[in-house]
Each structure stands twice: as C-alpha cells, then as structure tokens.
C-alpha cells in the first residue's frame, strides 16, 4: 500500500490552504493594529521546557507529548504549545526592556499525542498571542478584545466568552486544600486518575472528562470564593473594562484549562453549536511563568486559536482571481508565449500554461477548468501575420491583438476595460 500520512495529522489542500492564508493575514493585520509584533519559534524545545512550565501532572506533559532522545543524547520535544517557547524566549534574549518586544505572536502548528476525532489532531495550528509585562487588568481586557475582533473580522458565527479567575498562588494555596479535602470524601468514586490527582495536584481534576467525575464537581468549592483582595480587585476590573467595551461573557467557575501555569484572569472561546470539540480559543494570564523558567518577575498574559477548530465555522473570505490563459501552439507560440507570461506578471496579472500545449480545444478547456476569464492564444500562423487572439472566456468573443507584448498589452488592457 502507499504511504499515508501518520494517524492524527493531515495535510491541507490548496482549496482550504487559501481559506487559511486569508484567515491568518486577518489575524495579523488585527494584531498588528493593536501593535503585536510577529515572531517564529523553533518548533523542537528541551523537553524539559514544558515539563516545568505546563506542568509534570498535566495530561499534556504526563500523556502527549512527543518527546524523543535524539541522537546527540538530548531529551526534546515536539512542541504542544506556544506560551512556553515565548516565555523562554523572552528570557533567553532579555527583552524586558524593548518597548517593541513586549506584544508578540506566532502562528504554527502544535503537536499532541491525543485521540483524534473531528476538531482534535495531533498536528493543529495556532495563533498564539502574549503580552510580556503588564499586570494592570487593562492588558486583560484588550487582549481579549483582541482576540473578539479577530473572531468578529472573520465572521465566526455565534460564540461565547468564557471568564474566570484563579487567582494567585496564596489564594490558590487554601483553594487546593479545601478541594483536596473535599475530594477526600469522594475518593473511591472518582477515576484512577483523579485518584492521583487528588493527592498530587487536585486542580486538574477539572480537565477529567469522566462523566461520574464531573459531577462530583458540580459540588466542589470554586476558586472564585477564595480570590485575595488584590485578586478579587483584578477580576472586577478586568470584567468593568470588559462591558465598557461592550464584551459579553459569561462566567464559568469552572474553567480551569489545562495547564499549570495559569493564574488569575483566564478565558475560553466556545462555539456552542459545534459539538464536542467546541473551544476554539482559549488563554490567561500566567503572572509567575517568566520567573519560574528563570527570568526576572514579569506578569503575562495570553491567547491561542485553533485554527483547525474554527476555520470550518468561519466563511470563506478568499477572493479569488481569475487567471489569464496562455494557449501556446507550435515551438514558435512556445517561445512568444513565456515572454507574454512575463510581461503579463510584472503588470500583477495571473497567468497560466498548460506545459503539455495540446491542441487548442485542450488547451481551452483546460483554461475553462482553471475558469480563466481571458485567453490569448498565439498560434503559428497568428505569428505569421503579426497577431495573437484574445478571447473573453465569458462570452467567446474573440479579437486580434498584435503578437509582440508591448503593444499587445495596451490593446489587450484597452479591451478589457471595455
Ligand atoms: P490550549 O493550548 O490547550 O489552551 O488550546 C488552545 C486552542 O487550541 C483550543 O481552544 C483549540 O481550539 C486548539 N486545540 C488544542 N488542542 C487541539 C487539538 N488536539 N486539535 C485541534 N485543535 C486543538
């Protein structure tokens, strides 16, 4: 049998690659307007980059990433998100200071070894959005506003915005605690896993998809009640500057996301009527991150699309260009032609061959396939006499045009203004 591609990864073909080219520049103009500056990272990190930054009791770091020796004896890993590649960029080229580095993105593709199914693959694409050194909950709103207007400018259909706060370590110490005992009560209930989260890291529990699990969540203390003053002050800032720009949320105690690194404002995009894979985006702020991969205190915060999630949902907003058709025959059609293509591309003009110069009934149908709204086409006798044809494809008319570029192009231009 033929090769295929490895289970869970997937290629994207021309069609759809449009879609998301035109998807990404939207995203990048966005970006930028709110002064974003784009980056790109490697997509291979010490393995041991996550592990401290998304958490060793994550399901991401415990189950899926794809982590190798390579054959120089270093452990990496496939990257399975973007926050922790920027953080230690960050550090490694110390850009605390310049003013241009502290609102970055990069869009590429992630790896996680999940169970594929409709929405979740192994390879996915993000945006990835972060903002390096603002604590003040202003950076939470506009990020999030940003992330709307690019949602908006895509035309996504009806989506929700997810809020919550998990506060600070301190406020997260005593939470933990009263989870942990909480979940005590339950232990021979809940799944194995929950089990060993209960002992090592109770907030995960929250990403458990076990159904008997979940509910007995439903009546587990929420992190909102245990926020700290200064937490509890920054949430109800966030949500103000939320309204004033007329954002709608709804607010989800028990939105936790899957990684540690988490604190404090944290949100998630949902397409309510997509199904089980229905977070589209998701992000926080992870205050603590940048010091704990050993750099200097810098609160942060940031978003991720998925792009594979959501680009089925959104319209699309490509437009298209027809083609200019070069029907070619005879080596001397061959040769004039490849200089009409040049002369017609410097003018933006996008023009097409078909190498294989069949006869010109082939060579139409195939600029019809293509659906070239112009043809020319050079013939050998046509040379003979100076002329090449034009041929509007729409209505088949037909004019003659001088076979040399130059003076062709201005009778050709001159038509087709008509
Ligand atoms: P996360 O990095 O887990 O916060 O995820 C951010 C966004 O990435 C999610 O809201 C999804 O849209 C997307 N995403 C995460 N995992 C996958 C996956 N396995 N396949 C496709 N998209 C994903």
């Not at 960050?90 to 996680?112: A, D």
């Amino acid at each position: 049998m033929s090769i295929q591609t490895v289970r869970g990864f997937r290629d994207i073909l021309p069609e759809e690659a449009a879609k998301w080219q035109v998807a990404e520049e939207v995203a990048r103009n966005t970006l930028h307007l709110f002064g974003f500056k784009e980056v790109r990272n490697p997509i291979l990190e010490k393995t041991e980059l996550f592990v401290r930054s998304i958490g060793e009791t994550t399901d991401i770091v415990e189950k899926e990433m794809y982590s190798f020796v390579d054959k120089g004896g270093e452990n990496l890993t496939l990257r399975p998100e973007a926050t922790a590649s920027m953080a230690r960029m960050f550090i490694q080229y110390s850009l605390y200071h310049r003013p241009t580095s502290n609102k970055l993105f990069t869009i590429g593709p992630m790896f996680r070894r999940e169970r594929p199914q409709k929405g979740r693959y192994r390879q996915f694409w993000q945006i990835n959005a972060e903002m390096f050194g603002f604590a003040h909950p202003a950076a939470d709103a506009e990020i999030i506003f940003a992330l709307i207007t690019i949602l908006e400018r895509l035309k996504t259909p009806t989506f929700e915005l997810h809020l919550n706060s998990l506060g600070c370590k301190k406020c997260r110490l005593r939470f933990k605690e009263d989870l942990k005992n909480f979940l005590k009560n339950y232990y021979n209930a809940l799944c194995p896993d929950c089990q060993r989260r209960q002992r090592i890291n109770p907030l995960r529990i929250f990403d458990c998809k076990v159904k008997e699990c979940q509910n007995i969540l439903k009546n587990a203390p929420i992190i909102v009640e245990y926020l700290c003053e200064d937490c509890k002050k920054h949430f109800e800032k966030v949500k103000f500057y939320l309204s004033l720009l007329n954002v709608q949320f709804i607010l989800n105690p028990r939105l936790v996301r899957g990684l540690d690194y988490y604190t404090r404002t944290t949100f998630e995009i949902i397409l309510p009527e997509i199904g089980a894979q229905n977070a589209v985006a998701g992000g926080g702020r992870y205050d603590d991150l940048v010091e704990e991969l050993g750099g200097k205190h810098t609160p942060a915060i940031g978003f991720a699309i998925g792009l594979d999630r959501l680009l089925p949902y959104v319209p699309n907003l490509t437009k298209k260009r027809r083609p200019l058709f070069l029907a070619l025959l005879g080596e001397e059609g061959i040769k004039i032609g490849l200089l009409w293509a040049n002369v017609l591309r410097e003018r933006n003009i996008v023009v097409e061959i078909d190498y294989r110069f069949g006869s010109l009934k082939s060579q139409l149908n195939r600029a019809n396939h293509l659906d070239a709204n112009w043809s020319i086409i050079i013939g050998e006798d046509e040379i003979k006499r100076g002329k090449a044809i034009l041929r509007n494809m729409d209505t088949k008319e037909q004019i003659n045009i001088s076979v040399y570029p130059e003076k062709g192009l201005e009778q050709l231009l001159e038509w087709i203004k008509k």
